[in-house]
């Protein structure tokens, strides 16, 4: 399939198109990192119970992995900008939405449509930044992205904590979502004003049905991990979850039955024949698990088990954001020379750092409020960064030019799920250490479980690391960043691919 060229932009209007970019690439930020700090005050407020907490913060990425499938595909059929308006309009409505739910029900709900929304809106910025500047000016606008990302990962649990804590018109936590509102509006003008009109092309069409079938797997999955604690693990859990294989079952079946009669599949199924990819996408959901998970809970452990308030909770969590940040730098210029062995080296940091922790934890409630967290939390951190750059084109190592589309974009729709997962699982854990009757004591017992449960999460992934390719896929054009996964189509050959965010 080919994309129509458009005419390139001016340089100014060139960057305020990038500027609408990067604030609806701010926006999914921070809806995925707000609830570890507003959770707490969303229970207080609407009467949320741990299983609500934990579908809040799971919904927004389930939905936005059931629809990152089809996000990219429709930006290529129906034009790059008219789509990411589309999401745009979408993110901003349910962020609304959420602002104003009544009740833990209705929030889930609008998290949902954010998720949905976002899934439309997020994988059109890389295609849209290849539109807008001429290649001897792409590389710049590539290199606003990294700071960008990493400056809202860091920024964003603070911004929420102040929020939270500022109670503006005694709005309290409902203003981490409507801050979306002045952020949303300002990249529909922009993007209205700057964005170039790309048609796209509608051959092979959209695999509808394939998203509906993957996505009802993947929520038969995380529904009874979720709810079964809540609900004492009555035998209805168990067949969701054997279900939620089938579906799996069916979904592979019917991509090859598309291919067989000449359609376009939404996954490329051949990839999975590859060891390394099928080692890397296990590789995802168990990383991307363990930090999400295991940060949800030592959100909710700062602020209900140590009674820390949403800005001292959020500055306290600032310090592996920080390290994030300084770990992707250092990934950035040694990913080629080390290649495989960069995870190996975050993973091993990410162990040291959790070993720390637990012996913080181990000491009492004294020492976990105290600066000792600091130390673990920069450590963790900082071997987390340095897995986020280079994880993608090291798990893309050995595959094909044709592949790389469908490749990319399924391993953006797991990093997702796998993220669901963690929240359902390690909060399902952590919850259940709690008890009926939680105080101070019972939530470090519970976040001393959980870093031993991330500790072998850990260790699984370094393990799995040694199954991936030794070197990061080739690229061709180092100078000239190639598009999102999520926006590349089946037949573009792309050469490089985004760095992976959490």
């Given at each position: 399939?080919?994309?129509?060229?458009?005419?390139?932009?001016?340089?100014?209007?060139?960057w305020?198109?990038l500027?609408?970019?990067?604030?609806?690439?701010?926006?999914?930020i921070?809806?995925s990192?707000?609830?570890?700090?507003?959770?707490?005050?969303?229970?207080?407020?609407?009467?949320?119970?741990?299983s609500?907490?934990?579908?809040?913060?799971?919904?927004y990425?389930l939905?936005?992995?059931?629809?990152?499938?089809?996000?990219?595909?429709?930006?290529?059929?129906?034009?790059?900008?008219?789509?990411?308006?589309?999401?745009?309009v979408?993110f901003?409505?349910?962020?609304?939405?959420?602002?104003?739910?009544?009740?833990?029900?209705?929030?889930?709900?609008?998290?949902?449509?954010?998720?949905?929304?976002?899934a439309?809106?997020?994988?059109q910025?890389?295609?849209?930044?290849?539109?807008?500047?001429?290649?001897?000016?792409?590389?710049?606008?590539?290199?606003?992205?990294?700071?960008?990302?990493?400056?809202?990962?860091?920024?964003?649990?603070?911004?929420?904590?102040?929020?939270?804590?500022?109670?503006?018109?005694?709005t309290?936590?409902?203003?981490?979502?409507?801050?979306?509102?002045?952020?949303?509006?300002?990249?529909?003008?922009?993007?209205?004003?700057?964005l170039?009109?790309?048609k796209?092309?509608?051959?092979?069409?959209?695999?509808?049905?394939?998203?509906?079938?993957?996505?009802?797997?993947?929520?038969?999955?995380?529904?009874?991990?979720?709810?079964?604690?809540?609900?004492?693990?009555?035998?209805?859990?168990?067949?969701?979850?054997?279900?939620?294989?089938?579906?799996?079952?069916?979904?592979?079946?019917y991509?090859?039955?598309?291919?067989?009669?000449?359609?376009?599949?939404?996954?490329?199924?051949?990839?999975?024949?590859?060891?390394?990819?099928?080692?890397?996408?296990?590789?995802?959901?168990?990383?991307?698990?363990?930090?999400?998970?295991?940060?949800?809970?030592?959100?909710?452990?700062?602020?209900?088990?140590?009674?820390?308030?949403p800005?001292?909770?959020?500055?306290?969590?600032?310090?592996?954001?920080?390290?994030?940040?300084?770990?992707?730098?250092?990934?950035a210029?040694?990913?080629?020379?080390?290649?495989?062995?960069?995870?190996?080296?975050?993973l091993?940091?990410m162990a040291?750092?959790?070993?720390?922790?637990?012996?913080?934890?181990?000491?009492?409630?004294?020492?976990?409020?105290?600066?000792?967290?600091?130390?673990?939390?920069?450590?963790?951190?900082?071997?987390?960064?340095?897995?986020?750059?280079?994880?993608?084109?090291?798990?893309?190592?050995?595959?094909?030019?044709?592949?790389?589309?469908?490749?990319?974009?399924?391993?953006e729709?797991?990093?997702?799920?796998?993220?669901?997962?963690?929240?359902?699982?390690?909060?399902?854990?952590?919850?259940?250490?709690?008890g009926?009757?939680?105080?101070?004591?019972?939530?470090?017992?519970?976040?001393?479980?959980?870093t031993l449960i991330?500790?072998?999460?850990?260790?699984?992934?370094?393990?799995?690391?040694?199954?991936?390719?030794?070197?990061?896929?080739?690229?061709?054009?180092?100078?000239?960043?190639?598009?999102?996964?999520?926006?590349?189509?089946?037949?573009e050959r792309?050469?490089?691919?985004?760095?992976?965010?959490?």
């Amino acid at each position: 399939m080919e994309m129509k060229t458009a005419s390139r932009s001016p340089v100014k209007s060139a960057w305020l198109g990038l500027f609408a970019v990067l604030a609806a690439t701010v926006m999914n930020i921070l809806d995925s990192t707000i609830v570890n700090v507003a959770a707490p005050a969303i229970s207080a407020d609407l009467g949320a119970t741990y299983s609500d907490l934990q579908w809040i913060a799971a919904s927004y990425t389930l939905a936005l992995a059931a629809g990152l499938l089809t996000g990219g595909r429709l930006g290529d059929m129906f034009g790059r900008k008219r789509i990411l308006m589309i999401g745009l309009v979408g993110f901003v409505a349910a962020s609304l939405s959420c602002s104003l739910a009544w009740g833990p029900e209705a929030l889930i709900v609008s998290r949902v449509l954010q998720g949905l929304f976002g899934a439309v809106m997020i994988p059109q910025g890389f295609g849209l930044i290849r539109d807008l500047f001429p290649p001897q000016q792409i590389g710049k606008a590539f290199a606003a992205l990294g700071p960008v990302i990493g400056g809202s990962t860091i920024l964003g649990p603070i911004v929420a904590g102040l929020l939270v804590d500022a109670d503006l018109l005694g709005t309290g936590w409902r203003m981490v979502f409507a801050i979306n509102l002045p952020l949303g509006l300002f990249s529909l003008i922009a993007g209205a004003k700057a964005l170039p009109h790309v048609k796209g092309g509608r051959e092979g069409g959209l695999d509808v049905l394939g998203a509906l079938i993957a996505a009802t797997g993947m929520f038969l999955l995380v529904f009874p991990l979720v709810q079964g604690r809540e609900l004492g693990w009555p035998a209805w859990t168990v067949t969701m979850m054997i279900s939620a294989i089938l579906a799996f079952g069916i979904f592979t079946g019917y991509q090859m039955s598309r291919k067989r009669n000449g359609r376009t599949p939404l996954v490329q199924l051949s990839v999975f024949a590859k060891r390394s990819y099928t080692s890397g996408v296990v590789f995802v959901v168990v990383f991307f698990g363990s930090i999400v998970g295991f940060s949800l809970a030592v959100g909710l452990f700062l602020q209900l088990g140590l009674g820390q308030s949403p800005v001292r909770a959020s500055l306290t969590m600032a310090a592996w954001a920080i390290g994030a940040f300084f770990g992707s730098g250092f990934a950035a210029g040694m990913m080629t020379r080390l290649g495989r062995r960069i995870l190996h080296i975050g993973l091993s940091m990410m162990a040291v750092g959790l070993v720390l922790l637990y012996a913080v934890f181990s000491q009492g409630v004294a020492s976990a409020g105290g600066l000792k967290l600091v130390l673990p939390m920069v450590l963790y951190g900082i071997g987390m960064g340095m897995i986020f750059v280079p994880l993608f084109d090291i798990i893309m190592g050995d595959i094909k030019d044709r592949e790389v589309g469908s490749a990319s974009s399924m391993l953006e729709s797991i990093q997702q799920m796998g993220a669901s997962l963690g929240v359902a699982v390690l909060g399902t854990v952590f919850f259940a250490a709690v008890g009926p009757r939680p105080d101070a004591q019972t939530f470090l017992g519970a976040s001393q479980q959980v870093t031993l449960i991330a500790l072998a999460l850990t260790v699984v992934s370094l393990g799995l690391a040694f199954l991936l390719p030794r070197r990061a896929r080739a690229h061709a054009a180092p100078d000239a960043p190639a598009p999102s996964p999520t926006t590349a189509p089946e037949t573009e050959r792309a050469t490089e691919l985004e760095p992976v965010h959490a």
